[in-house]
Every structure is written in C-alpha cells, then in structure tokens.
C-alpha cells in the first residue's frame, strides 16, 4: 500500500465504542497508524498481513468488523470480501481503495462489502464507517405497528424481503426497479429501518418533481444573498440526510446537467452550496428508483453512463401486484381496515368482490389497489363491498387481458382502450394524481384527460 496515507486534520478522541475490528494490510506502518485510530475508539484490534493470514484469524476468532486493504500480496481485497460472505456472513466487511478507483469499490461492493473508504484516509470517516458498522442490529429488525411492512407471501415477495434483509447491512447504493406503484419507496424505507442508519433521517425526493433551475439549490442548499430571495442560509437535500439515507425516486428524470454535480457529490462525499466558497462533507447513503429502464436510457445518451454505475451498484426488482396475485386478498384485507379505521365506515369485501379483484391486472399495481378501494368505500351503500363498488374496467380482468398475450391485440377498440387507460393511469401516478400535471405531461388538455377518464372510468 505504498503512498497511503492518513488524514490526522481532525484526529480526536471520540466516546468509546465496544468491539473487536481485523484489519487487513501488508503494510505494517499502515497497519500500527489504524491500529492507533481504533484503539482511542476503545476497540480491540488484529491485523494481518496478507490474505491467508487474514483467513486463518477469520476462523479461529470472532470479530465485529473487518477492514481490508484492496491490494495484497497473495491476493486483493475482495478475495476478502467473499469469503467472510461464506464463512462469516454476520460479519461488515469495508474496503479500503485507491482515490479515484471506483472499479475497485464498486467490485466490493457487488461482492458484498459493507462500504469502502479511500486513500488517504479521512479519520472522521473511519469512525464514521466503524460506528455504523458497530451499529448493525444482530437479528433481523421486526417492524412495529407504526411501521410500514412488506405484505404478503408470494415467491416474488419472498425474495425482496430476503434482499431486502440482505441489504439493510451493507451501505452500498440500491437501484430499486419496478412499475409505478410496486412499492419501491417502501422497499427503501425498509432497508433503511432494518440497518444501521435506522435512527438517522430518511429522506425521500421526487426529481421529476424539482423544476430544473431549482434542482441545484435543492438538493445542495444554498447561502443568504446567493440568489434573489435567498434570505438566509438553507440546507438542501444532502445536509438534511446526513448520516441517513436520500431516497432518489425518479432519478432518471434528472436533467443532464444536474447528473454532472450528484456524480461528484457521490464520489467526493462533499457538496458545495450555492453561493459558499467551501464545501461541506456528507455521509449520506444513497438509494435510487425509477419505473423507467434506466440502461436503456444509458445507451440513448439521456443519462449518464458513470453515475449509472454508482447509483447501480445492487439493483433490487420490485415484481408487479399481476405478477403476486395470491398476495392480493391480504393486502386488500390490510388496505381496506387501515381506510374504514380512518374513515370510520366499516366495510368488507363479498366473496364475488374478492374474486374480481384477484382477477385484475392492476395496471397502477397497489397503489392502485388503495385509489379502487378508497373509492369502493365511498360509493358503497352498505357496509359490504361488491364488484360494482369496485367500477374495475372489465377488459383489464383475467390473464387473457394481458397486453403480452398475441390474443389481447383484439378486439382491436379494447385494446387500444386498455394501453390508453394504463398510459392514462402511469402520468397520473407519476403526478401524484394531479390530474392538470397528468394533463401536460401527456400533452393534451385537462378537458380532453377528463374526457377520456370519464369513458375509460378512471375515478
């Protein structure tokens, strides 16, 4: 590791912390200068000086945290990394890599490392690192009756809470996939609750939502007199999520420009206000989503290929409510008792009510399944839901339906009314049903979306 060096500007003693670390480099010198740094943290420490080395105390003692060096003699540092996956899997692995080598820190953390620092190393990002580390809950966390939870046992659920649970103890960046209304905010909000940044902000941003001469600001904040009508000082999206996660919905509607300045405020942990001559350091983790397919927007040119592989380091798929059917009767049980609680109108589902829902393709998936049920609640006249409370448009019920299926083409009318209806539905779930927002965005007038929502029966 030669010409590594550490940061000592801001070398402190900190409140001590519990645990035991393995640090992991040939360097002896390096070893002793992040030996010194965790022992004034009051942690144990080992070290070890190549791979094998590091292999043979992995199994014969237990530690809290791993930190390895990427280049070793017998070996590199994901070698590491993969096999405390294997042997070790409770156990936070973080990497320590050259400036500018994000090959290298994305490799780690595809491999499954907790997080990585670079060279030279900034003591107050060490601590950081080791406290979140420290921090990680041992059992999976349960989610209380105030927080939100991921209904359902379908395989394809089954399968995001197992990513899910996998993700939360690691602070690599997520891209989160999935049709509008799949659930991806939640995803992310459970990864956030279930590791170690459970206690630090969680904040979520709409950029398809943040005008563009305004996104700068925004998301960076801004000093007094740095524009016009900036009166004081304001902090934007990065300070307010510091030490907690920023939740990027809609992150392939980001204007080129603005690409450019998260790119490097991802890379360099530090953005700059608008109007400062200085910048300020962040540790802030990122979790991304989009119902759009942001590779392909890669290869148009719409977005960036480099901040594509930063925001892109584990993707974790949302599966369409179509796709879990056998979920939908427990999750409309759940959504209809959380609305008639709230509006104090009891209500449940006949049996032929439950079947025409487990019929639909719900276009606008459980987001959807909440706007029918909020409305069925509404239009019922007793306290028993039926199919006609429901007002679902027949030609989207069953799987003969399916815009997939060659024989769904025809009759040619219903069909061009269904691709209509899910367009319609997509730029209303996009604006947060705002239906004049929703009108712009698919470039005909609010009187003519009226129009058409009244024909489709879109409530």
């Known amino acids: 590791?030669?010409?590594?060096?550490?940061?000592?500007?801001?070398?402190?003693?900190t409140s001590p912390v519990e645990g035991s670390v393995l640090v992991v480099d040939d360097e002896a010198d390096i070893r002793e200068l992040l030996e010194l740094s965790l022992v004034r943290m009051g942690l144990g420490v080992d070290g070890a000086g190549s791979v094998a080395a590091a292999k043979e105390l992995l199994l014969s003692k237990r530690y809290d945290l791993c930190l390895t060096d990427m280049r070793l003699p017998d070996g590199d540092g994901v070698e590491?990394?993969?096999?405390?996956?294997?042997?070790?899997?409770?156990?936070p692995v973080a990497v320590i890599t050259a400036f500018g080598?994000?090959?290298?820190?994305?490799?780690?953390?595809?491999?499954?490392?907790?997080?990585?620092l670079t060279k030279p190393l900034s003591l107050d990002q060490l601590r950081s690192l080791v406290k979140s580390a420290l921090s990680l809950p041992q059992k999976p966390a349960i989610a209380g009756s105030g927080e939100p939870e991921l209904l359902g046992s379908s395989p394809g659920i089954e399968q995001v809470r197992m990513m899910i649970e996998k993700l939360?103890?690691?602070?690599?960046?997520?891209?989160?996939?999935?049709?509008?209304?799949s659930g991806k905010e939640?995803?992310?909000?459970?990864?956030?609750?279930?590791?170690?940044?459970?206690?630090?902000?969680?904040?979520?941003?709409?950029?398809?939502?943040?005008?563009?001469?305004?996104?700068?600001?925004?998301?960076?904040?801004?000093?007094?007199?740095?524009?016009?009508?900036?009166?004081?000082?304001?902090?934007?999206?990065?300070?307010?999520?510091?030490?907690?996660t920023l939740f990027l919905d809609e992150v392939a509607d980001l204007p080129l420009a603005m690409q450019v300045k998260l790119l490097r405020a991802i890379q360099e942990k530090q953005v700059r206000k608008?109007?400062?001559?200085?910048?300020?350091?962040?540790?802030?983790?990122?979790?991304?989503?989009t119902h759009q397919n942001l590779a392909a927007r890669v290869e148009k040119g719409e977005f960036r290929q480099d901040l594509y592989y930063r925001l892109a380091v584990i993707e974790l798929k949302m599966p369409p409510l179509r796709e879990c059917r056998e979920d939908i009767p427990v999750l409309a049980g759940a959504i209809l008792r959380r609305l008639s609680d709230a509006q104090g109108k009891p209500a449940r589902f006949s049996e032929e009510a439950k079947e025409t829902l487990s019929n639909y393709n719900f276009p606008g998936n459980a987001r959807e399944l909440e706007n029918i049920l909020e409305r069925a609640i509404a239009l019922a006249t007793r306290d028993e839901i039926r199919p006609e409370d429901l007002q679902l448009s027949p030609p989207t019920w069953g799987a003969a339906?399916?815009?997939?299926?060659?024989?769904?083409?025809?009759?040619?009318?219903?069909?061009?009314?269904?691709?209509?209806?899910e367009v319609i539905l997509e730029a209303l779930e996009k604006t947060r049903f705002n239906r004049t927002a929703a009108a712009k965005l698919l470039g005909i007038t609010f009187r003519a979306l009226r129009y058409r929502m009244e024909r489709l029966g879109i409530r």
């Open 186 to 244: 939640l995803a992310a909000r459970l990864i956030h609750n279930k590791g170690s940044r459970r206690d630090k902000p969680f904040v979520p941003v709409n950029c398809g939502a943040i005008p563009e001469n305004l996104m700068e600001s925004e998301f960076f904040g801004y000093k007094k007199g740095a524009f016009t009508g900036a009166e004081a000082d304001r902090d934007g999206f990065f300070q307010a999520a510091n030490t907690g």
């Open 401 to 421: 339906a399916e815009p997939t299926s060659a024989n769904a083409r025809w009759p040619l009318q219903e069909y061009l009314d269904r691709v209509e209806r």
């Open 80 to 91: 590491v990394v993969r096999f405390i996956g294997t042997q070790c899997a409770d156990l």
């Open 1 to 13: 590791m030669a010409g590594t060096s550490v940061n000592r500007r801001s070398e402190r003693r």
């Open 101 to 116: 080598s994000t090959e290298n820190a994305v490799a780690a953390l595809k491999a499954g490392a907790f997080d990585y």
């Open 168 to 181: 939360a103890r690691s602070q690599a960046p997520i891209y989160i996939t999935g049709e509008s209304g």
């Open 274 to 289: 608008v109007g400062a001559t200085s910048e300020d350091s962040v540790d802030v983790r990122i979790i991304c989503a």
